[in-house]
């Protein structure tokens, strides 16, 4: 459905259960896997996507269709995710038993290879906003203008910020790629 | 950026993440059914304001009772800190995304 139906839809009472139905119908996947690429895990991503969409609900009214339906969606399960992201380390504190990589490829729904989970573990040694910033462009290939509005930044911040990231994430793949090779 | 070409051509697009079976299916009948009632989301958008009220009555109450015009000025200032506080602290989520909605 269009989103200008659907923001009709929206606005009448007795059709907004039904418009929100077709909100989730056609949004759910794509931002579980922008959630996913952020938190990782599955059971974490679930969490968060049903956050995103019971605080997109209660939060209706105040959508008045100046941005786009998706954008506004995107910014709330980004925010979710970061939420996230901070609980959890509040949570565990410093306790790391397991590395990430050790942890995905013990996964059930993760069926990547170790170099796929060595890249997971980069991406989570990053600040949690460059890690949004740079799971939204490289994954996802969020246009700049458009992650500018998500993550209320500028386009040239935002820029700076994935250049950092995937210089950091090179570096990290590089050295752990050699620690391996070399303990072989 | 070579960096990111070497990200790619090694590690591909494709996280490796999967999902259980029929997952967005279920997910989508399952938050449909958990969706509270408008009813029910208007009491939580309320709330921070009946909180304001209500702290606002409890000051307004004191600076009434105290009466002199000395006193009455401070709890006044006191009063202005305390709300500036106040809207700080019932900002919660909901109220961040009811501003962001706007831009």
Redesign the interface.
């Known amino acids: 459905m269009e989103e200008e139906k659907i923001i009709k839809l929206l606005d009448d009472?007795s059709t907004?259960?039904e418009a929100?139905?077709q909100i989730?119908?056609q949004y759910?996947?794509t931002l579980?896997?922008k959630i996913?690429?952020i938190v990782?895990g599955?059971d974490d991503a679930?969490d968060v996507?049903?956050n995103t969409?019971?605080?997109?609900?209660?939060?209706l009214?105040?959508?008045?269709g100046?941005?786009k339906l998706s954008t506004?969606l995107y910014?709330?399960a980004v925010?979710?995710s970061l939420?996230h992201l901070r609980r959890e380390k509040k949570r565990q504190g410093t306790s790391d038993e397991l590395t990430l990589a050790n942890q995905?490829l013990a996964d059930d729904?993760?069926?990547?290879?170790e170099?796929?989970?060595l890249?997971?573990e980069a991406i989570a040694q990053l600040p949690d906003v460059q890690r949004s910033v740079f799971t939204l462009r490289?994954?996802d290939e969020m246009k700049y203008s458009e992650m500018s509005?998500v993550l209320?930044t500028t386009e040239g911040a935002l820029k700076a910020s994935y250049?950092i990231a995937?210089?950091k994430?090179?570096e990290y793949?590089l050295n752990h790629s050699t620690k391996e090779s070399s303990n072989k | 950026m070579e960096e990111e070409l070497m990200l790619k051509e090694r590690f591909g697009k494709d996280a490796g993440f999967r999902v259980p079976e029929g997952y967005f299916d279920s997910f989508n009948k399952q938050i449909m059914e958990s969706l509270p009632s408008k009813k029910q989301s208007i009491l939580v958008r309320l709330r921070p304001i009946a909180v304001a009220a209500s702290m606002f009555g409890v000051i307004a109450g004191a600076s009434l009772w105290i009466g002199h015009d000395e006193e009455a000025k401070s709890i006044a200032q006191q009063t202005k800190a305390i709300q500036s506080e106040e809207d700080y602290y019932i900002f919660d989520n909901d109220d961040i995304y009811a501003y962001l909605a706007d831009y």
Do not use: C, P, T
């Not at chain 1, 009214?61 to 008045?64: C, E, G, L, T, V």
């Not at chain 1, 729904?109 to 290879?113: A, E, I, L, R, V």
């Open positions: 009472e907004r259960r929100f139905g989730v119908n759910s996947e579980y896997w996913r690429h990782v599955h679930n996507l049903q969409f019971l605080n997109a609900w209660k939060s009214d105040n959508f008045r100046q941005s506004w910014r709330i925010n979710e939420d995905l729904y993760f069926d990547g290879d170099a796929q989970a890249l997971q490289y994954y509005h209320s250049h995937v210089k994430i090179s793949v």
